[in-house]
């Protein structure tokens, strides 16, 4: 049995500009995307036996997923699940051809088995859905003998999830020693600038900061966010201007939790930006000192202003 553990870090947007809607629906974005040093922790195996619950057998390939967390589901729709039925159905078609040519036959595993620690929370803006994604398939690809490369993960993955290309391109770089022969990792790295509808990941130099992540314990569709953005008619440059976040409008008007949050750590914290990463609802708190940002963080034990429900992380992020 192959077996290997893997962090699956999140990401915050330092800015995000929707710039247009594509017939086919899908937004156009332009955003600057780092990590997070707050990750889940999964655990990929191929031919286990015994197997507990299977959600799916593509192409024979019984997949196991479960986790410790309960609000999250354990089906098809988990993108973990989604990430490694994607890689299988790549490297092993039906018709029974080599994917890729030139490629060496890839052993056919009997099984998959995911076990998902959860850490980051779901529908919040910070990826970690994706990140759950993009590990399974950086896992499963190293197990068998790393048969794509980067460049051709993030393209797969971006058929799995908008947010999968950069989250595949950052774990890279994030586990680069768990993923020796991977082709490309050397072109990993922890920020980048993503274009179209994700899928133009262009790495860029991190920016050093200190985060307070703070949750207003609910969480929020994108679609809905972005239909919401569509009715309010809402599109922007795409200049990007760092610490700017466009649909914060939107997900404010769908969560007001989120704006109350928002607006109270601008008033109580010294942070030198605040506000939404990604669609919602989490909101980061941007430091360049750690001695203030850990004051602060500090400060939230017991913080008279703080909302019932309400969760905090302290994050580090873009550190080379």
């Given at each position: 049995m192959g077996h290997m553990k893997i962090n699956a870090y999140g990401k915050i947007n330092l800015s995000l500009d929707v710039t247009g809607r594509r017939e086919n629906g899908y937004h156009?974005?332009?955003?600057?995307?780092?990590?997070?040093?707050?990750c889940d922790t999964l655990e990929v195996a191929t031919d286990k036996e015994n197997l507990g619950k299977i959600c799916c057998i593509p192409v024979g390939i019984a997949i196991e997923f479960c986790t410790d967390e309960h609000t999250i589901p354990e089906d098809e729709s988990n993108l973990a699940v989604k990430g490694a039925k994607a890689l299988i159905q790549r490297l092993f078609p039906e018709d029974g051809t080599v994917a890729g040519e030139g490629r060496p036959t890839i052993p056919k595993p009997s099984s998959v088995s995911?076990?998902?620690?959860k850490k980051l929370p779901s529908a919040a803006g910070l990826a970690g859905g994706s990140g759950d994604g993009a590990?399974?398939?950086l896992a499963l690809n190293h197990l068998l003998g790393s048969?794509?490369?980067?460049?051709?993960?993030?393209?797969?993955?971006?058929?799995v999830g908008s947010d999968l290309p950069f989250s595949i391109m950052m774990n890279a770089c994030r586990n680069r020693e768990r993923l020796e022969g991977l082709q490309g990792l050397e072109e990993a790295g922890t920020a980048a600038i993503v274009q179209g509808i994700g899928d133009v990941v262009i790495p860029c130099d991190p920016i050093h900061t200190y985060v307070i992540l703070m949750?207003?314990?609910?969480?929020?569709?994108?679609?809905?966010v972005y239909q919401h953005l569509d009715e309010m008619n809402v599109r922007s440059s795409g200049e990007g201007q760092l610490y700017t976040n466009v649909m914060e409008a939107s997900t404010f008007s769908i969560c007001p939790e989120a704006k109350e949050l928002r607006d109270r750590m601008r008033e109580k914290l010294r942070a030198d930006h605040v506000l939404m990463s990604g669609s919602?609802?989490?909101?980061?708190a941007y430091y360049a000192h750690r001695e203030t940002a850990s004051e602060d963080f500090s400060s939230l034990d017991g913080g008279a202003w703080l909302g019932r429900g309400w969760k905090k992380w302290f994050v580090e992020s873009g550190r080379r």
């Open positions: 156009e974005i332009r955003s600057v995307m780092q990590d997070i040093d707050l995911v076990f998902l620690e590990a399974v398939m048969p794509l490369s980067l460049r051709e993960l993030m393209e797969l993955g971006m058929t949750n207003p314990g609910t969480q929020v569709s994108t679609a809905r919602g609802p989490s909101i980061a």
